[in-house]
């Protein structure tokens, strides 16, 4: 029997006052063969693969019988042996490409560092070879681009830079830690694609780390499955999903949405694990396709949108004089009703986020009109519109970037009550920051901590409690579930659901993610290139796509699972 390429034994990595983040685990990598290791956020999956590369930081105690590397130990080689070894024979592409990569060089000289460190390259073979493997990856333009620098890239482009790093050196294996992670649909099969293709032409092995059950459904061949650090379940990845035996791994695959089902809630890891799947739904008996049809026809006129235009300008030449524009929203017609959820998916890049802040007017239209309720938006007065503000609020994709590290969860919700609900004593405003904070799942004693104390879920229901504590009727969600587990995700989306239904909210929802748009939206508008190509309810879109470009949005969704 071939011996394994990479073999775990027992590892164990233990951070003195905070406990083990990853306990007793074991596995084994062929030559040629993926392993997918999937889990929640802190089951100890990155972690794994810091330790595999001897990256572990200081203060973490690494232990176990081997990390065996082609009969090598790697737990008994020093930093010194190992350096040779990182980017060459075993080489790692990160989550995010834009942290990763350093904003101050071109990224082809980032790549030919690689090839000059490891292939003792000269200048000119290191570009030449550069361009070669931005070719190889699919990035257009190569010899020009190896000299554009992370910000000059799009999100697909810059992951396509870092496999190209990563697979410069033709390495045995290739550790992929959540490389599809926020990327749309599109460019999620694109990458996907790439690698399959990347490892069948050099023969390597892959360990891909992710959260995305349908993801690692398409490429691995055997599936660990991690929950706080130790290993639940493993086996053939058609087993793990056909016939899971653990109830973590149920509910890890349960709680994703579907395509082909609409639920009124989505099922969540702890109904599995704590045995309430089978407890009944409340709510109407009425089919929720029903349900969602009457609620997008019944409804009035919330928010009508008319031929609007935000545009921004492209300057160059010596005097920075205008050369023409990036038409961000083209020309777009909506209209939201009372009490329902508009889905607006598409690429990055397609005008989604730059319409929903316009509809707001955190973005400056170029022209158009936006009426709220009546009253028209772009012609009020700045203090018009802060009363108006209260009434319209946005749930921005990164919780973390949005929430100011200095102020506490309590703070942070105080003041909007503070400026809109003036009339309130103190003691009545500290009653309204803890009544929101418990509606959306949170305790008391939970406004005294700092950001930096929650967990991604956790952050991202404090800036929902901040978007509701002006109680608005009308709330932009940016993304807003994006990039948290699919485990958290499900319990965010039921969250504003409940939230939907007790304050009576009207929604735009912004996704690329067309199952969790098919879940928790009424009606769906498709949006490319700044224009809305295809509006209708979310079950008559989904099941009879009309525009070319709906149909490879579609078409792209992993479908196994789904």
């Given at each position: 029997?071939?011996?394994?390429?990479?073999?775990?034994?027992?590892?164990?990595?233990?951070?003195?006052?905070?406990?083990h983040v990853v306990k007793d685990l074991s596995f084994d990598i062929m030559a040629g063969q993926t392993?997918?290791?999937?889990?929640?956020?802190?089951?100890?999956?990155?972690?794994?693969?810091?330790?595999?590369?001897?990256?572990?930081?200081?203060?973490?105690?690494?232990?176990?019988?081997?990390?065996?590397?082609?009969?090598?130990?790697?737990?008994?080689?020093?930093?010194?042996?190992?350096?040779?070894?990182?980017?060459?024979?075993?080489?790692?592409?990160?989550?995010?490409?834009?942290?990763?990569?350093?904003?101050?060089?071109?990224?082809?000289?980032?790549?030919?560092?690689?090839?000059?460190?490891?292939?003792?390259?000269?200048?000119?073979?290191?570009?030449?070879?550069?361009?070669?493997?931005?070719?190889?990856?699919?990035?257009?333009?190569?010899?020009?681009?190896?000299?554009?620098?992370?910000?000059?890239?799009?999100?697909?482009?810059?992951?396509?830079?870092?496999?190209?790093?990563?697979?410069?050196?033709?390495?045995?294996?290739?550790?992929?830690?959540?490389?599809?992670?926020?990327?749309?649909?599109?460019?999620?099969?694109?990458?996907?694609?790439?690698?399959?293709?990347?490892?069948?032409?050099?023969?390597?092995?892959?360990?891909?780390?992710?959260?995305?059950?349908?993801?690692?459904?398409?490429?691995?061949?055997?599936?660990?499955?991690?929950?706080?650090?130790?290993?639940?379940?493993?086996?053939?990845?058609?087993?793990?999903?056909?016939?899971?035996?653990?109830?973590?791994?149920?509910?890890?695959?349960?709680?994703?949405?579907?395509?082909?089902?609409?639920?009124?809630?989505?099922?969540?890891?702890?109904?599995?694990?704590?045995?309430?799947?089978?407890?009944?739904?409340?709510?109407?008996?009425?089919?929720?396709?029903?349900?969602?049809?009457?609620?997008?026809?019944?409804?009035?006129?919330?928010?009508?949108?008319?031929?609007?235009?935000?545009?921004?300008?492209?300057?160059?030449?010596?005097?920075?004089?205008?050369?023409?524009?990036?038409?961000?929203?083209?020309?777009?017609?909506?209209?939201?009703?009372?009490?329902?959820?508009?889905?607006?998916?598409?690429?990055?890049?397609?005008?989604?986020?730059?319409?929903?802040?316009?509809?707001?007017?955190?973005?400056?239209?170029?022209?158009?009109?936006?009426?709220?309720?009546?009253?028209?938006?772009?012609?009020?007065?700045?203090?018009?519109?802060?009363?108006?503000?209260?009434?319209?609020?946005?749930?921005?994709?990164?919780?973390?970037?949005?929430?100011?590290?200095?102020?506490?969860?309590?703070?942070?919700?105080?003041?909007?009550?503070?400026?809109?609900?003036?009339?309130?004593?103190?003691?009545?405003?500290?009653?309204?920051?803890?009544?929101?904070?418990?509606?959306?799942?949170?305790?008391?004693?939970?406004?005294?901590?700092?950001?930096?104390?929650?967990?991604?879920?956790?952050?991202?229901?404090?800036?929902?409690?901040?978007?509701?504590?002006?109680?608005?009727?009308?709330?932009?969600?940016?993304?807003?579930?994006?990039?948290?587990?699919?485990?958290?995700?499900?319990?965010?989306?039921?969250?504003?659901?409940?939230?939907?239904?007790?304050?009576?909210?009207?929604?735009?929802?912004?996704?690329?993610?067309?199952?969790?748009?098919?879940?928790?939206?009424?009606?769906?508008?498709?949006?490319?290139?700044?224009?809305?190509?295809?509006?209708?309810?979310?079950?008559?879109?989904?099941?009879?796509?009309?525009?070319?470009?709906?149909?490879?949005?579609?078409?792209?969704?992993?479908?196994?699972?789904?």
């Open positions: 029997m071939t011996d394994p390429l990479l073999s775990v034994e027992q590892l164990s990595i233990l951070f003195p006052g905070h406990g392993l997918g290791m999937v889990g929640e956020s802190g089951s100890g999956k990155s972690m794994t693969s810091l330790a595999i590369m001897g990256l572990v930081p200081h203060s973490g105690q690494v232990s176990g019988q081997a990390i065996r590397f082609k009969g090598d130990d790697l737990l008994q080689w020093s930093d010194k042996q190992l350096r040779p070894l990182r980017g060459n024979r075993i080489s790692m592409v990160f989550q995010e490409p834009m942290t990763s990569l350093n904003p101050v060089f071109q990224v082809g000289t980032q790549v030919g560092e690689v090839l000059r460190t490891h292939k003792k390259m000269n200048k000119k073979q290191a570009v030449k070879r550069t361009i070669e493997l931005f070719d190889w990856v699919g990035i257009p333009e190569p010899q020009r681009r190896i000299k554009s620098y992370p910000h000059q890239l799009s999100g697909g482009q810059k992951q396509r830079v870092m496999i190209a790093m990563a697979i410069a050196c033709q390495p045995d294996l290739l550790i992929c830690d959540e490389p599809t992670t926020a990327l749309d649909v599109t460019i999620q099969q694109q990458v996907l694609t790439l690698l399959n293709n990347l490892q069948k032409e050099l023969g390597m092995a892959m360990l891909f780390i992710t959260h995305d059950l349908g993801v690692v459904a398409e490429v691995a061949d055997d599936v660990i499955v991690m929950c706080q650090g130790e290993q639940v379940e493993q086996g053939k990845t058609h087993d793990i999903f056909e016939r899971p035996k653990q109830p973590y791994t149920q509910g890890l695959l349960a709680c994703r949405p579907k395509l082909d089902d609409n639920p009124r809630r989505l099922l969540t890891v702890s109904d599995f694990v704590d045995n309430k799947v089978n407890e009944p739904v409340q709510g109407s008996t009425e089919p929720m396709a029903q349900a969602k049809a009457k609620k997008s026809t019944q409804g009035t006129p919330l928010l009508e949108v008319h031929q609007l235009h935000t545009h921004f300008p492209i300057k160059g030449g010596l005097l920075g004089r205008t050369q023409g524009h990036v038409k961000a929203v083209d020309g777009v017609n909506l209209t939201i009703h009372k009490g329902e959820t508009l889905g607006l998916v598409g690429e990055s890049g397609s005008g989604k986020t730059t319409l929903g802040r316009t509809l707001l007017r955190l973005q400056q239209a170029t022209s158009g009109q936006v009426t709220f309720d009546g009253v028209d938006v772009f012609q009020q007065s700045a203090k018009a519109m802060r009363a108006l503000r209260s009434k319209m609020q946005i749930i921005f994709q990164d919780p973390y970037a949005s929430l100011n590290p200095r102020m506490t969860a309590g703070a942070t919700l105080l003041e909007p009550i503070q400026i809109h609900q003036a009339d309130l004593d103190r003691g009545e405003q500290e009653d309204q920051v803890v009544s929101w904070l418990e509606q959306v799942g949170l305790r008391a004693e939970d406004r005294f901590k700092y950001p930096h104390e929650f967990s991604g879920g956790q952050r991202q229901r404090i800036c929902i409690a901040r978007a509701l504590a002006v109680k608005p009727e009308f709330i932009v969600c940016d993304e807003s579930v994006s990039a948290l587990d699919v485990s958290v995700q499900a319990q965010v989306l039921n969250l504003l659901l409940d939230l939907q239904e007790q304050h009576d909210l009207t929604y735009l929802f912004i996704s690329h993610d067309l199952s969790v748009i098919n879940f928790i939206a009424d009606r769906v508008a498709v949006m490319q290139q700044g224009q809305l190509v295809e509006t209708g309810a979310v079950n008559d879109v989904y099941q009879n796509p009309q525009h070319p470009y709906t149909q490879k949005l579609i078409d792209a969704i992993p479908k196994f699972g789904i």
